[in-house]
């Protein structure tokens, strides 16, 4: 019960959080709720073709066969999702060895795969600020904290550039929601801290 709660918080505060929908199905799926673990999935199928399987999954619910649907469900998504986590995984890899151009070409690949990767959009944003696009890079990080909100790093990335671009007010209620959620004594509080400064 507690897990479902912790899931539910989480989808209450981005209903399309990909990690947590997957988890939450797959619980209800260990407790044998395959028609509810469909609908928990449903979010992450819409709009989907056939050349993952989701032909024969539409087969399964018409039938009436939730098992067989909320399984192969999850096998799929999770293949989908890992396949996506692949190709930000190499790009985070090629950023961090200063390879800005193969690493927002891997990013787009994975977050074309899995758009629900917060670090794939942190790390496409971090690329587009190196190569000098920082409207572009400010909607990836707007995305990143879109995908969960208490990511530290892209808040304080997202106030840099917004307080970089004018946007004052914009980086002092994202640097404010940093600060509410933050531990006190953490290293992103002092740097939110300094970040506000420049704009009070």
């Given at each position: 019960?507690?897990?479902?709660l912790?899931?539910?918080?989480?989808?209450?505060?981005?209903?399309?959080?990909?990690?947590a929908?997957l988890?939450?199905?797959?619980?209800?799926?260990?407790?044998?709720?395959?028609?509810?673990a469909?609908?928990?999935?449903?979010?992450?199928?819409?709009?989907?073709?056939?050349?993952?399987?989701?032909?024969?999954?539409?087969?399964?619910?018409?039938?009436g066969?939730?098992?067989?649907?909320?399984?192969?469900?999850?096998?799929?998504?999770?293949?989908?999702?890992?396949?996506?986590?692949?190709?930000?995984?190499?790009?985070?890899?090629?950023?961090?060895?200063?390879?800005?151009?193969r690493?927002?070409?891997?990013?787009?690949?994975?977050?074309?795969?899995?758009?629900?990767y917060?670090?794939?959009h942190?790390?496409?944003?971090?690329?587009?600020e190196?190569?000098?696009?920082?409207?572009?890079?400010?909607?990836?990080?707007?995305?990143?904290?879109?995908?969960?909100?208490?990511?530290?790093?892209?808040?304080?990335?997202?106030?840099?550039?917004?307080?970089?671009?004018?946007?004052?007010?914009?980086?002092?209620?994202?640097?404010?929601?940093?600060?509410?959620?933050?531990?006190?004594?953490?290293?992103?509080?002092?740097q939110?801290?300094?970040?506000?400064?420049?704009?009070?």
């Open positions: 019960e507690k897990a479902f912790v899931l539910d918080e989480a989808l209450s505060q981005n209903e399309l959080y990909r990690e929908i988890e939450k199905a797959r619980l209800q799926v260990d407790l044998e709720l395959y028609r509810e469909c609908e928990t999935l449903n979010p992450l199928v819409s709009g989907q073709d056939d050349s993952a399987g989701y032909g024969n999954i539409q087969q399964f619910l018409k039938t066969y939730f098992e067989e649907a909320a399984r192969e469900l999850l096998r799929v998504l999770r293949v989908e999702s890992d396949f996506g986590a692949v190709h930000i995984e190499l790009g985070k890899e090629f950023y961090n060895d200063s390879h800005f151009d690493a927002l070409d891997e990013l787009s690949r994975g977050l074309y795969l899995c758009p629900h917060a670090d794939g942190y790390f496409k944003g971090l690329c587009l190196k190569q000098g696009k920082p409207e572009e890079s400010l909607s990836c990080f707007l995305e990143a904290l879109e995908l969960n909100p208490v990511y530290e790093k892209a808040s304080l990335a997202a106030a840099r550039i917004s307080i970089n671009l004018g946007k004052d007010s914009d980086a002092r209620r994202i640097l404010k929601g940093l600060l509410a959620s933050a531990s006190p004594h953490g290293e992103s509080v002092q939110a801290k300094v970040l506000l400064e420049k704009i009070s």
